[in-house]
């Protein structure tokens, strides 16, 4: 689950990273659509540029056309006049009658002379300025074409930046996907393998059982028939009649302390991370101490947040003084569990701090709204944000009550019956879930706040930083929280189940009734044990508590204890063997030793009496010895089971002589009996190591099936996460393919255009060269007239 909440957070982060890239591109888009409408002016004046250039152009091609007729037209009248003073000079000597005439119409030119001269003048002054005007144009539009050139150079490398930061953010996504799918499919082989072992463990608990409760009918059968005194009535705790309910009852009592004080300690640390960076943020947010200092009410607060440890440390060490007062060994109810009002009181005290901190937390969000550069969105997110926090103090403040509630029957004897008890903690269990729902609704609306400051120009890096910290401490306390009301609600049966009951009794114990009975127990078990004789075989009492709790507790190692356990049985099972095969011997040569000895006596005895007798008589007793070494020799012959012992001891009972002793029956039927009794007893610890290793196996099956179940769980929250995943890689792939094609068609439409300008550039600079060209001309033309 921890790896689970890392991949919450990791995907949080890329969410954040994906907001910000996403509001950076809409500012990118504005800027492209603004440059758009840009080049579309420019397009818009460059036409309009040529279309006057090619005004200017054709008014210069006339007034060049005109120069050159006013030039034709000069030279003709340059050479009228010349012609004119020749004939002047001529006739000189005629009178001044015919000169009166040239000099009229020589005026006449010269004016019309100097008013083309003028004219001439005036054009060149116009074709001037028109050039400068030219000129300054052209330069404008050089320098505007630059800096376009320049604004598309850096719209480019951010184009560039922005996909290579979605090229990343996908190799990212894609090999988290490739991690998630490795992991689920190693979970599905760990689920496949866990349900394997399930059925194997349920078979073998089943033959387990049919062999258990074989040998049991075998051996009450055998007890019934063959024992006049039970000493095995002492079954639940090898050797005490205790109640097993009351002791799986204390067990689950520690293991689920132990559970709980690992979530209590997960939820001290994301309070503590919470409080720290809440703290860092004042000092940052909205005016930053290291600049100016901050408002006298921040201060404070500040002042408040840093002493959050005093009142968060506290709950994790009451409730693990709590865990450590729980042992196998004590009655763990509500009158008993003193610890649990240091407890409530630590609680007590962290609540009284969050109403201390609440009205300081509140005013700080209204300083925040009060900022210059607050929008509507933000305040709208501030007042959400007061009415979460104001929601997550008050079921603080719930919770606090009913944990003073439960600690009361610590403190005082008989003051809350049963039902209240149960009616307790199911109002507890629906605030644990209240506490979650708040948390989590703070927790979304505090990445809004965080996504909308990012818009603002006047964040800092620091901010940010700060804020990214804060969010991801409000996500790891929203998993915790659910955890715990997870918890909680998974072991509300056992937390409003009735406490110790003796067996066969449907009414609880008093506190210090179920106390003096474990009491009197343990003395019953330390005065059984020092009364009891030691078998070879038997494991001790506190030795067998001792195998139990080290087998329960090492459930990880379990295929190494299993591998170790069959190593043992096939080492026990042939040492009994052996064992068994010995015994048999030892008593069958017992049996053999003492009728022999009874055989000698009588045929020292016949001998005695037989001395000088007849030669029937000797006879008679070599065959009477003969028969006795035959019996012996198929007494050697026995297998070592238990059958053929039984069958060659009747055989033997049945073919001894009439004048035998009454003392050889009584000896061997007292033979019988020790070693029926030795059997017996043999089955019995047999049966007790057969019933621990049934409860060891059921309990193992047990811890599979609930891992089992967790491992489902996990998987199906792993396939989700690895769809959604899946969807915000197919949504990123769309987005990024989208804007590629969008910067590359703009990238290509402003590529068309700069090359468009650069022809008009250089086409207009052509046609400026040649009527730069041309004017120089006209104005050496002119110089030389």
């Not at 015994?583 to 005695?608: C, H």
């Amino acid at each position: 689950m921890a790896n689970v909440t890392d991949l919450q957070t990791k995907y949080s982060k890329l969410a954040q990273e994906y907001s910000k890239l996403r509001a950076q591109n809409q500012v990118l888009k504005k800027a492209v659509v603004d440059e758009q409408a840009n080049s579309a002016s420019l397009k818009d004046q460059l036409k309009q540029r040529d279309q006057s250039l090619r005004k200017q152009e054709q008014e210069m091609d006339s007034l060049s056309f005109r120069n050159q007729q006013l030039a034709k037209r000069v030279e003709l009248l340059q050479e009228e006049l010349s012609s004119s003073e020749g004939r002047s000079r001529k006739g000189k000597g005629k009178g001044d009658s015919p000169l009166q005439p040239g000099l009229q119409t020589q005026s006449v030119f010269n004016e019309d002379l100097q008013k083309k001269i003028e004219e001439n003048e005036r054009l060149h002054i116009q074709f001037y300025e028109a050039d400068e005007q030219h000129r300054k144009k052209e330069a404008e539009l050089r320098a505007r074409l630059q800096k376009l050139e320049g604004e598309a150079e850096e719209h480019q490398a951010v184009v560039d930046g922005l996909t290579t930061k979605y090229v990343e953010t996908i190799e990212r996504l894609q090999g988290d996907r490739a991690r998630l799918e490795l992991k689920a499919q190693t979970l599905e082989r760990e689920a496949k393998d866990c349900r394997m072992r399930t059925e194997e463990c349920q078979q073998q608990l089943r033959r387990c059982q049919s062999e258990l409760s074989r040998q049991v009918k075998q051996n009450s059968s055998v007890i019934q028939e063959k024992v006049p005194f039970n000493d095995t009535k002492f079954s639940d705790y090898n050797s005490l009649n205790v109640p097993s309910h009351n002791r799986r009852h204390q067990l689950k009592a520690r293991d689920v302390t132990s559970q709980a004080l690992s979530f209590i300690q997960d939820l001290v640390a994301a309070l503590l991370n919470f409080h720290t960076y809440t703290e860092q943020r004042v000092h940052i947010y909205p005016l930053d101490s290291s600049i100016e200092p901050i408002s006298p009410l921040n201060q404070k607060f500040s002042q408040y947040l840093h002493e959050n440890a005093a009142y968060v440390r506290p709950l994790e060490d009451s409730f693990l003084q709590l865990y450590q007062s729980i042992t196998e060994d004590t009655v763990t109810v509500l009158e008993t569990v003193v610890m649990l009002r240091n407890f409530a009181e630590n609680f007590s005290s962290y609540t009284h701090f969050l109403l201390k901190i609440l009205p300081y937390q509140l005013k700080s969000l209204e300083e925040e709204c009060e900022a210059p550069l607050c929008t509507a969105a933000l305040m709208a997110k501030n007042r959400e944000l007061q009415s979460d926090m104001k929601k997550v103090t008050t079921v603080f403040e719930k919770m606090q009550n009913y944990i003073n509630l439960l600690a009361l029957p610590s403190v005082q004897q008989d003051a809350m019956p049963q039902s209240s008890t149960s009616a307790v903690f199911t109002q507890l269990a629906a605030s644990l879930h209240s506490l979650h729902d708040a948390i989590k609704e703070m927790s979304k609306h505090y990445n809004q706040k965080a996504s909308i400051e990012q818009e603002l120009p006047t964040v800092t890096q620091k901010l940010c930083t700060t804020t990214e910290c804060l969010l991801g401490s409000l996500g790891s306390l929203t998993s915790i929280t659910g955890k715990i009301a997870t918890f909680f609600s998974n072991n509300l049966d056992f937390f409003t189940s009735p406490g110790y009951s003796p067996r066969g009794c449907t009414v609880s114990l008093n506190p210090q009734q179920a106390e003096s009975m474990l009491a009197n127990k343990k003395k019953a078990a330390a005065y059984i044990d020092a009364i009891k004789t030691p078998r070879p075989q038997s494991v001790p009492y506190r030795e067998a508590l001792s195998n139990r709790r080290i087998l329960t507790s090492s459930t990880e190692s379990r295929e190494g204890l299993t591998q170790q356990v069959q190593q043992s049985q096939e080492k026990i099972a042939r040492l009994e063997q052996e064992k068994e095969h010995w015994l048999l011997e030892a008593q069958l040569g017992k049996v053999r030793l003492e009728k022999e000895n009874q055989r000698i006596a009588d045929l020292e005895t016949q001998l005695a009496a037989a001395l000088g007798g007849s030669q029937s008589s000797q006879t008679a007793a070599d065959g009477r010895l003969t028969q006795s070494h035959e019996e012996a020799e198929t007494a050697q012959k026995a297998t070592g089971k238990e059958t053929t012992l039984c069958t060659s001891l009747v055989g033997m009972l049945c073919t001894t002589p009439t004048n035998e002793h009454v003392g050889d029956e009584e000896s061997r039927e007292q033979l019988i009996k020790t070693h029926y009794m030795t059997r017996v007893g043999e089955l019995t610890t047999q049966l007790q190591i057969s019933d621990s290793k049934a409860v060891h196996f059921h309990s193992e099956c047990r811890a599979l099936a609930k891992r089992l179940a967790i491992a489902e769980k996990a998987r199906e929250t792993l396939s989700e996460e690895v769809k959604l995943a899946n969807e915000n890689i197919t949504r990123l792939q769309d987005e990024l393919t989208t804007t590629k094609r969008s910067y590359e068609d703009q990238l290509s439409m402003m590529s068309d255009h700069l090359c468009s300008m650069n022809e008009t550039l250089s086409k207009q600079r052509e046609e400026i060269d040649m009527l730069k060209l041309g004017g120089k001309a006209n104005a050496k033309k002119n110089k030389s007239r």
